[in-house]
């Protein structure tokens, strides 16, 4: 028989496992099954659990697990574990578990969690709350029933009637409010020394140790608790969920006569004339009750850290359960704002309490209007110091993104405190970049306009470096007292903590930590700032941050597509052009966000051709620079390309021949320069794709210019004395020299029928596939001259 080794192993055949459970199977049949059944259950249920494939239990030994499960004479452990083998094994078709006659609460808990896993649901649910709603037996517990029907509204809310729903409500209502005050009075042990007294039970205690002198909450302090305490906490647990799911629809009780909505929504909510309220409306009273007493319990100094953290939890659960009351019934909006209000005043200041702002502010998102009062401040300080002071908390920032993206409609208003902060913002996805990458996916959209377009580019260009200058914050916040002061203002700083106070380098670090939109602080230069943080370029944290930046430019250039005037796309592309000298110096980043910003700026200039003649100084800087057609390839080609495809008449009237001759001139400069013959000294290396793509401009231009194609075509004769070079075949690969002759013999071909080359190269702007060029592929009518004059491809002329 298989041993302990066989169980464990992932791999384990079959009929390994068959022969372990006829093991397991004759355990469970001995007289009075101890350790030994447990430890051989504990084993199958590992077996069964940890593994990926699907495994398949004897029709008989299934039934067996079902009967000892349901037998009254099972230990309870045993009972657990052979619900949870079945659960594994669950949907299967050899159960036949039933609900329906299970008295037992604890058994019926450990049947129904089977059930479940089998899909019978409904079942479930109507058996659990016909067990609750009547008055159960001495030694039974509605607390094993709490987490099954739980289970049930998650999985399926609409199972249960509004009869029953009603049932739930009234008990949870008392389970609620009325739990016991006393202390729960220890078991006996039954050893030698145990007293056959009854020490009276004591009362409970508040986290603070003093004596509870309200009712019981799961604030409460205890030693030993009682059932019904129990309940308590259980139904405080499951209390967001059921009222979501049953608590009603929207109701709206204020006075809609005009009266004050406040003294209104202050009248008792307990019916008239002694009448209760109905089921659902009460339970709705006494949660209300029950968050106000934890928020009050809040306060107290507790006198373990466990308490604490508690504390905090149930403030927040507090303040989402008040707001989804008041959602449902606004008579208790007014009665919540006030006692909110005071709240925030007393926990704003406190950093442990951050993740509580959360839901007090989206209460007053929901509320505030409605009890008309301004709320600011509240906003205010949740965007402007939260997000500077705690970046760097983990689940406070997913929380707070999360936040947002929920909120995302407060961002269309650009003078809202929302809107203004987005820069604040940031400081969450620099610090926590890998985890918080898809939150800021579904948020950035919402946070561009034609107003914060050039503002966000230039910070998620910035993203590592803020990244650095975060992290630079943070040490220097955690210097002593002495260190603080600085370094000589008059000289320069040798680190960057040292540069963090010194003048040269405050404003740059201010304006890079800012809490809101400044567009018109900007420093002339952020040059030296980076330069001085590149110390952090190796930094995990910086990397990982950086390699998020081409994901979020790639859908800020598509978002912004979608709104951008002709204004606002010049001034992104010269900015384009600007900031490819100015990224923070880590190589890898350099060269996703130049391939991002190559291809992205394509797409600019597809979507307004004119551009071309009206940066016409800009980029022939740009493109005149060798240096850029070496270390910025990427967006290079997509400019030259740009050049060729929309420098022309066709696409703006301006196009004069003037400036076609600028441009052939500078790019026919910079093509020289990079395939002239150096006895001395190798090529400059470039992709061989530059290459082809700037004999292609400077073949369009010509075909424009038709002056200029005997130039041109001397240019292109010579390349085959290129490709056979030394120069050139120490650095290219056989197959791209080949590809650049050939290039080289297919532009020459078309310019020997200059006709052609202008229908070619001179497309109008609603041009067929057969005409237009994508990116540096030549189209269609190119080859076909090429195969026209040259039978055999490839051949230069003599």
Known sequence: ???????????????????????????????????EAVDALQRLHLTVAATKYPRKLDGKFVELLQTVLCSPKSPEQIQVLCAAILREMSPCNDLILSCDEIQDTKLLSLVSSVLLAQGEVAAVGQRVVKVLERRLPEGQSARFLLPVLANVISLSPESLTEEQTNVVSKKLADWLRYASIQQGVAQPSGGFFSSPRTKQPAPITEVDGTVATDFFTVLSVAQHYTQDQWLNMQTFSMLRKWLLCYGGKELNTLN??????????????????????????????????????????????????????????????????????????SSYVCRAVSFL?????????????????????????????????????????????????????????????????????????????????????????????????????????????????????????????LTAALDIQLRAASLPASEKAGGDPAGKPATCLEAFRHPLYKSMFQYLLRTKSAPQDAPESLVPLRQLLGALAGSPRVVQCAETVPVLLELFFRVVAEFADGSLINQLVVLLLQRSDQLYEIPAFKEDVYRVLGSQLAVLCSLRPALVVELSTEILEFSGAVSNIQSKEAIFTHMAWAVGEYLSVSYDKRCTVEQITRFFETLEAVLFEITQLRPQASTPSCAPRAISVLMATLTKLAARSQDLIPRVSMFLSK?????????????????????????????????????VAQFV??????????????????????????????????????
Request: hydrophobic letters at 40%; proline letters at 9%.
């Open 1 to 35: 028989p298989p041993g302990a080794g066989a169980a464990y192993r992932p791999e384990i055949q079959e009929e390994e496992l068959r022969r372990f459970t006829a093991r397991v199977s004759a355990v469970l049949q001995s007289p009075e099954p101890g350790p």
């Open 256 to 329: 809609p006569a005009g009266m004050d909505r406040c003294v209104t929504s202050m009248v008792p909510t307990t019916g008239t004339a002694g009448r209760l309220l109905p089921p659902r409306e009460r339970l709705r009273d006494k949660a209300f009750e029950y968050c106000q007493r934890l928020i009050e319990q809040s306060n107290r100094r507790p006198l373990k850290k466990d308490d604490g953290d508690l504390q905090k939890a149930c403030l927040i659960e507090a303040v989402t359960i008040m707001d989804i009351i008041c959602k449902q019934d």
């Open 341 to 465: 209000k005071i709240l925030h005043s007393r926990i704003c200041g406190d950093a442990t309490y951050a993740r509580a702002l959360l839901p007090i502010a989206q209460f007053f998102l929901n509320h505030s209007k409605l009890a008309a009062v301004d709320s600011d401040a509240i906003y205010k300080h949740l965007f402007t110091d939260i997000p500077a002071q705690l970046f760097h908390n983990p689940s406070l920032a997913f929380e707070f993104v999360q936040f947002c993206k929920d909120n995302s409609q407060l961002f269309t208003d650009s003078s809202s405190i929302f809107r203004q902060s987005f820069p604040n913002l940031f400081k969450f996805l620099a610090w926590n970049s890998p985890p918080l990458i898809s939150e800021f996916v579904d948020l950035l959209p919402f946070l561009l306009d034609a107003g914060t377009t050039i503002e966000i580019f230039h910070l998620l260009l910035d993203l590592p470096c």
């Open 719 to 755: 390349m085959r004395t290129f490709v056979q070079s030394p120069a050139a075949t120490s650095v290219y690969c056989e197959e791209d020299l080949e590809e650049i002759l050939i290039r080289a013999t297919e532009l020459m071909n078309l310019l020997k029928m200059p006709s």
């Open 761 to 798: 190269f001179t497309p109008p702007q609603a041009s067929s596939r057969f005409q237009r060029e994508v990116n540096d592929s030549l189209p269609l009518a190119l080859r076909m001259v090429t195969q026209f004059l040259e039978p055999a491809p490839g051949s230069m002329p003599v």
